[in-house]
């Protein structure tokens, strides 16, 4: 742009004079850069317009997302066994009154025995024992064992019929109250 048309433009400018939009030299020139060859101009305006793009995708995306929500995932097939799976321990949880006589879980499916485990306050396995039912007895002896204001936890698995784990519970604490 030749300095008569810059001095043009801002005149007009300062006239109050609406314009429109400068051209790109005009704007160069403003910010005290070298002019760009028209093949620059052209670049960064489809740069911008890309962006403007992605943009406009990554929003409407979001805004699909929230709208219809996850996507659902596949049903599995009746029988099948989800590995990761959680049981539920039932009881005893947490303050009890006297020793437990009983551990009680949720059933599995697919699962072929449950192990079962009691640990002391230190990590060391006090008592464990396979069954093949939902609950299982505590024998006397460590039942006996178990100590007023201690607390004890207990966990159970859910094993195939080779031994590995299916699903576990996560381990529960009870505290016989003093």
């Known amino acids: 742009m030749d300095d008569e048309r810059w001095e043009n433009w801002v005149a007009r400018g300062l006239k109050g004079e609406r314009l429109h939009e400068p051209p790109p030299e005009v704007v160069d020139r403003a910010l ?3 002019p760009r060859p028209a093949a620059a101009r052209r670049s ?4 911008v317009l890309a962006a403007a793009a992605s943009l406009i995708v990554v929003v409407a995306a979001g805004w699909l997302f929230r709208v219809a929500g996850p996507p659902e995932l596949p049903g599995r097939e009746p029988g099948t066994v ?37 640990f002391a306050v230190d990590d060391s396995v006090l008592w464990a024992q396979t069954t093949a039912a939902g609950s ?28 590995g784990v299916l699903a576990a519970s996560e381990r529960v604490q009870f505290r016989l109250a003093p």
Do not use: N
Not at 87 to 114: F, K, N, Q, V
Not at 148 to 161: F, H, N, S
């Open 44 to 47: 960064s305006l489809r740069w």
């Open 136 to 163: 299982i007895e505590l024998p006397d002896d460590v039942s006996a064992r178990l100590l007023a204001a201690v607390a004890y936890q207990w966990q159970v698995e859910a094993l195939d019929e080779a031994g």
């Open 32 to 34: 005290g850069l070298a």
């Open 82 to 118: 989800v590995r990761g799976a959680r049981i539920e321990a039932l009881s005893p949880t947490g303050e009890i009154d006297a020793a437990p006589r009983s551990l009680r879980w949720s059933a599995h499916a697919g699962a072929e025995r449950y192990r079962v485990r009691l």
